[in-house]
């Protein structure tokens, strides 16, 4: 058995896999999601999102991939979106709606006039169960986001993409128990982290101001209770 990567090159790796799968250059995005958001509901926002991009045809996940699936997010209330403009989902509990994919020229007229989000990300809880209650504590898959420094925009995209991309490429399964958990850091080099690595099916990653990646969201089969 060949011993696992060092973590850079699993980050590497990952961060590969995702330029591949999505086929263009950022900067040839042309379709983008509008997301509402009401109030931050970090569990409401995932089931959202999982059920939105559930409903996306193949033409159109396939122009989300080729987007990097590229989200817009503005402060606004479901409830208020007409039959001129319904929203293509509904979070739940109504914290948040889903629009698009849309050309990123041309996006919902009422788009220009929401703020976009900004702020400061309030404290979170550590561990939520997002879907799967009755199912047994070691099923499903455990997705940690590291929160540490982050506003509240920075971690509405980094978990979204996370969340969308994870079921566009049928990593995240529909109606697959998931939970979430909200930590400080993901250091790939600390031993809770690197020993999650090898069975990651997903790690989200940018590039540090130093050039080493920086893993923002890890997506892991949830670990046994002993």
Known sequence: MSAPAPPRAALARFAEERAAWAGRAPQDARHTVLVLLK???????VRGARAFAGTLSPQEAEDWRHAWTRTVFRF??????????????????GTAAWLGPYEAAHPPGFSRLLKPVSGRLPTLDGRLRVDGSGAPPSAGLTLRIA??????A???VHL????????????LPAGAPLRLVHCPDLDP???DVSVRLPN?????????ENGEPKLHTLLTPTEPVS
């Not at 929160?147 to 509240?152: D, E, V």
């Open 147 to 152: 929160t540490a420094g982050l506003s509240l």
């Open 189 to 191: 080099n600390e031993p």
């Open 200 to 208: 990651a099916v997903y790690a989200r990653t940018t590039a540090a």
């Open 76 to 93: 606004g209330n479901p409830a208020n979106l007409t039959a001129r403009t319904p929203p293509r989902a509904v979070s739940p509990s």
């Open 154 to 156: 920075d971690y509405l």
């Open 39 to 45: 109030a931050l509901d970090p569990a409401d926002l």
């Open 160 to 171: 979204h993409h996370t969340v969308a991309e994870a079921v566009l490429r049928q990593i």
